[in-house]
């Protein structure tokens, strides 16, 4: 991500009346979701001037009836309706939610479409002290969604990606996805494993690109003799990750690694082998990524990597809190550790 955020002069309730032909109470009704007192014509030309203004509450014209925001806003890029399902996600919630709560904070939750996101009511009518952002997709639009967000001048706290925000008020946090590729790759390696194949969702994160860069980073390593193919399920769901693997082993040969984009396509693909009398990890071996309880129930033992998913939600709520006390980030990256668990199955 590059650019420097540009600070723009805020559009006023009253610019956004003026210009939608309106009343301010008006477009109040709009901003507030009292759409008894609007007809739907008047509501979408108001949402449309508003979007053209790039209008937003400032803090100063918030409900003055609170002295002070106590609650902070998670916004979850993701195109699943379940994406409170994953595992990956529910942990880093979990200890932002904790952390924050401890300080009397509250945290309000906002699941949305990267689509949908612009029109967003998130953007132009929140009553929170800060955001942290999970933004999934292609990196150049994370890029724009970072800066969106950025522009809110609200503090923010983003996961699993960099902050690179020219003078953003930014802090980014992620664990060491990419170090965890190497150990996953260096692992496999020194077990001879010449064809690796890593099933992935579809859906672009963030952090399963720097899984695979480690990967390929090992590979190059040790000469780059071993191949890296990547399979993309439609989904990491159980039934998607073992249609696509399935179709992948109708035409290709069987390879000497699966690793799965997380544990939950590592079990889904291992038992498709199981079930095919592949024998895991005589025939290939299967290895995970972030090591949550349900790895713990696959037969055999999967390897995988420890992710510090919940450590990684509490330090967001911690850096957050401390933002909002100091005035400022102590730090505009961190980076926890992850750690390779050897199981059964490599």
Not at 46 to 66: K, M
Not at 251 to 276: E, H, K, Q
Request: charged residues 20%.
């Amino acid at each position: 991500m590059t650019g420097k955020v540009v600070r723009k002069e805020r559009a006023t309730i009253k610019d956004v009346a003026r210009a939608a032909e309106v009343s301010p109470m008006t477009v109040s009704n709009v901003l507030n979701g009292r759409l008894q007192f609007v007809s739907p014509a008047t509501r979408k030309r108001v949402e449309r001037e508003i979007e053209r203004l790039n209008y937003r509450r400032s803090t100063n014209a918030r409900n003055l009836r609170v002295a002070e925001q106590r609650s902070i806003g998670m916004v979850i890029v993701d195109e699943s309706p379940t994406f409170l399902a994953d595992f990956f996600t529910c942990q880093v919630v979990a200890g932002l939610a904790n952390a924050l709560n401890r300080a009397d904070y509250t945290l309000s939750i906002y699941g949305v479409p990267s689509a949908a996101l612009a029109q967003s009511m998130i953007l132009r009518n929140y009553e929170v002290a800060g955001f942290c952002a999970m933004i999934s997709g292609p990196a150049e639009e994370r890029a724009v969604v970072a800066r969106r967000l950025a522009e809110l001048e609200q503090p923010l706290v983003l996961f699993q990606q960099t902050a690179d925000l020219g003078d953003a008020d930014v802090c980014a946090l992620r664990q060491d996805d990419l170090g965890g590729g190497r150990l996953i790759g260096d692992h496999l390696l020194a077990r001879r494993v010449e064809r690796m194949l890593v099933v992935t969702p579809r859906q672009i994160w963030p952090a399963v690109e720097s899984r695979i860069a480690g990967l390929r980073d090992s590979i190059a390593a040790a000469g780059g003799h071993a191949t890296l193919t990547v399979l993309p399920a439609n989904s990491e769901s159980f039934a998607d990750v073992q249609a696509a693997l399935s179709t992948y082993l109708e035409t290709n040969p069987l390879p000497d690694a699966v690793v799965g984009a997380n544990d939950p396509i590592a079990i889904a693909a291992m038992l498709l082998l199981n079930d095919r009398a592949v024998r895991v990890p005589e025939d290939v071996r299967v290895v995970g990524f972030n090591g949550f309880d349900a790895h713990r129930y696959s037969r055999p033992h999967l390897t995988t990597v420890l992710s510090p998913a919940y450590e990684l939600g509490e330090k967001a709520g911690e850096a957050m809190l401390q933002r909002l006390k100091s005035g400022h980030f102590n730090a505009a990256e961190i980076t926890l550790p992850v750690v390779f668990e050897q199981g059964f199955t490599t």
